[in-house]
């Protein structure tokens, strides 16, 4: 810690979302930026066109110098997905707390040892998965895997996007996969956390539309007890991004229509339908910065965990694996 009981952020990473990041903890009385980690130059000065109060920061193109030089209290990784591990790996080993972009990482076997090493170096790992912090989707996971609505036995979800696999993206050795580890991941994630349930079997299509890694996916999923689910991930849509759900549980059906802060949420009970607005309350935390820098002080827990991180990728490898053999995948 600095000595004003400031966090000490360094940035791992700082292209477009790693700005955000950037904006919001600069922002913070509790946390204090100390370095920014890229491996092009270009990135680092954009960034910091972006986030001036940053520009006289020390530059690094490797992290494992920012990290044994500047020993951050904490990093933000915002780099391509397979890179996401040796990152955590390395930032653990370093004594740092980790808030990771979505995918945490892109294997089971490497999540349950991010898993792992967190509790055995007692740091904070948190994953870049907002949706966790929208009053929406914080309601639905109050109480519909808080069970008022008795179990959950069927789920249907969408996805779209213009989405086209640019740079990185496209290369499946760097992003581990396409639309679906991508943005679509979102969608798996908050889908785990808000309903609870858990897949036992997927099967699944997926079609490249011309990429190297998949732009649409079509998902059925089992899971306890007689439970049913679809996802659909149009990656190859019209401009806007946008999304929606519906939950059958015992007791009502659940809809949630469009994109994070301006998703809508309808309830229906017998023959009524309720809108319910759910209130940015002010016990919920603003967003994942914040909630990093509050759980590493001991004021919050992370409401995205490394488990979150676990469930979507184990999820997202069975699509993948069931995709390529064109058989059910159990999980
Ligand atoms: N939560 C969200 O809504 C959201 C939105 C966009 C992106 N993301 C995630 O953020 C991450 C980054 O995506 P992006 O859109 O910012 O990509 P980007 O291409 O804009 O930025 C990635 C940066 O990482 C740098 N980089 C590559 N290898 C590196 C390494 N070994 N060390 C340091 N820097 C390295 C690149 O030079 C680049 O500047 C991904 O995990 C992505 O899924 C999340």
Redesign the pocket.
Known sequence: MAQNGEVRVGF???????RWHMERVTKMPEAQPVAL????AD?IAAAVQKVPSCAELPRYSD?RDMLREVRPDAVII????T??YE?IVASLGQGAHVLV???MVCGVGEAHEVIRLRDEKRLVVSV???RHYVGVWRWVHEHVAGGRFGPVHFIEAWQCQNWGGN??RGVPELSGGGQLN?SGG?LVDILLWSTGIRPNEVAAYQENRGLRVDRNSVISFRFPEEGLGNISIIGESQRKFDEGAQIWCRDARIRIDGMQAAASLVVHKDRAAEEILPEQRPDYPVDEDANFIASILGRDVPQATAESGLEAVRFIDAVQRSAQSGTPVRL
């Open positions: 791992i990473g700082t292209g477009g979302r790693a980690v890229d491996t092009s990135a992290y915002s780099i391509p997905h890179l996401h990152a972009e979505k995918p870049g998965y907002q740079g990185w991508d979102h």
